[in-house]
């Protein structure tokens, strides 16, 4: 069993005492913030949720997201810390512990998105099939041989190394951010607890454990070889024996109770799904599963949230509500996120054990009642919104953007920092990459042997692109296609 006094650890990577200071914060607060002090989280207010690039001051860009995933995450804290408390469930867990775990899951939250590239996670689909093709098809002629042959970048690279692009996630970026991009006082980052870091890490395996239809810990990378060191770290000294960190599963519900609700709400706002077809569909769907004895709680708390939007409309129809669409759809919303929050609390103390130990495979709310009309809203925006020519356009467009950028500064970082002579263009390409970037890749890259160096170049530039706000990025597009 894992232990709360270890899991909790606020150790920092890089230590430090004050001496004579009166600050009474606990490290956990001032992890908070640093977070909202910082640049990348301030940039979170122009990367979109699911509209990129959209005007419209109603939808919700990644900075509203996290503020909406901090809050269910803390009221989440919340409920599990009184509940173990309440019902002596754990020794190792202390009454101090509850507000403690509040704090890692108000930050968590705040920092859950902060390692994601422009355009939403179809960003994250763009990095990667670049790179599929990519490392095949540029070449370069490795300074450390001295035949002259241009070879595939890909054998150039270890086969962790080469996984890592291949299979690039933005929750691994966000590791890299908080340890190391956010260059302010060193080489460390935000210079966060441990135990925040190990609560963000949602997928504690390396690009080479994948394992898509295993227990969800492996089903995408948490890390890059580059920060292995730092996960290893974070890991031992949260005592996590490769197990996902507890608080990372409350983290993971308020995450899909927020995008859930919130992506039939923009859908509504935008004019992508009407009351009368969310009633419609939700109806269509009310049947499935009824042959399965085990589906029987779940199919209550579907059906109950059926007749309570219906309910909702027919009651602001009689009050004689301009609205009553819009009435019966946002004050629904809010009741299943309570319905929603209440069955994350409860599988996470029904499950407790096996989540202590590291045995609990799935996700809190698809091992509950409510996991029926959870999955059915994700489908319901994904059938309404993601695969609607609207989002297709933009996403085609985006996709474009991204592997331009890719394409030229792959190019231009091949040569950087060897003992050959960058080309007038390549060069001033460089000075556009953020100086703090740079200062990271040279701290990180010292010491380090040719071929180590080329893979941190190439990180270098998902580092960049995945910095790049969605304007941004737009616009540098552009001006590096000739459009001033």
């Not at 599929?132 to 001295?146: G, H, N, S």
């Not at 080469?162 to 890299?176: C, I, P, V």
């Not at 629904?332 to 103390?349: D, E």
Request: a negative charge; proline letters at 3%.
């Amino acid at each position: 069993m894992m232990d709360w006094q270890t899991l909790l650890c606020p150790d920092r990577i890089r230590s430090y005492h004050a001496k004579g200071s009166s600050d009474l914060r606990s490290e956990y607060e001032k992890d908070y913030h640093r977070i909202i002090g910082s640049a990348s989280f301030r940039r979170l207010q122009d990367k979109t949720q699911v509209f990129p690039l959209d005007q419209s001051d109603f939808v919700r860009t990644r900075l509203t997201h996290s503020l909406e995933v901090s809050s269910f995450a803390k009221s989440l804290g919340q409920s599990v810390g009184r509940a173990i408390l309440r019902d002596g469930r754990d020794p190792s867990f202390h009454l101090e512990n509850q507000t403690d775990i509040c704090d890692i899951l108000s930050c968590a939250g705040l920092l859950h998105d902060i390692g994601n590239p422009p355009f939403g996670h179809f960003g994250e689909t763009s990095i990667r099939t670049f790179f599929q093709e990519a490392l095949q098809r540029i070449t370069y002629v490795p300074e450390w041989t001295e035949d002259g042959t241009p070879v595939p970048l890909e054998s150039l690279l270890t086969e962790a190394q080469r996984a890592d692009f291949l299979h690039f996630e933005g929750n691994a970026q966000a590791l890299r951010v908080v340890t190391k991009l956010h260059y302010l006082v060193d080489e460390h980052g935000m210079n966060l607890t441990k135990a925040l870091l190990a609560s963000i890490i949602k997928y504690p395996v390396s690009s080479l454990e994948i394992d898509p239809v295993g227990p969800i810990r492996a089903h995408k990378m948490g890390y890059f070889q580059a920060d292995r060191e730092i996960f290893q770290d974070v890991e031992s000294s949260c005592g996590l024996f490769g197990n996902r960190h507890p608080l990372t599963y409350l983290l993971e519900a308020a995450d899909d109770i927020a995008y859930h609700t919130a992506d039939i709400e923009d859908a509504y706002r935008k004019g992508f799904l009407t009351y009368h077809q969310l009633r419609d569909e939700l109806e269509a769907r009310c049947g499935e599963g009824d042959e399965k004895k085990e589906d029987s709680e779940s199919q209550s708390v579907y059906r109950q949230a059926l007749e309570d939007l219906k309910h909702r409309y027919e009651k602001a129809v009689g009050k004689k509500i301009t609205r009553p669409d819009n009435y019966a759809i946002q004050n629904w919303l809010i009741k299943v996120q309570t319905v929603l929050l209440g069955a994350a609390q409860q599988s996470f103390m029904d499950h407790y054990d096996a989540i202590m130990d590291g045995s609990f495979e799935t996700e809190l709310l698809d091992a509950t009642g409510a996991g029926k009309l959870n999955s059915v809203l994700g489908e319901l925006a994904n059938d309404y919104v993601f695969q609607s020519s609207t989002i297709i356009h933009i996403e085609v467009a985006a996709d474009s953007i991204l592997k331009g950028l890719l394409e030229k500064f792959t190019a231009a970082v091949l040569d950087y920092d060897t003992d050959r002579e960058l080309t007038p263009y390549n060069q001033r390409l460089m000075t556009l990459v953020s100086e703090n970037y740079r200062e990271i890749y040279q701290i990180y890259g010292r010491d380090k042997s040719p071929q180590e160096k080329l893979y941190l170049r190439l990180l270098l530039v998902t580092d960049y692109v995945c910095g790049m706000t969605d304007s941004y990025a737009q616009s540098l597009y552009w001006k590096l296609n000739g459009r001033i």
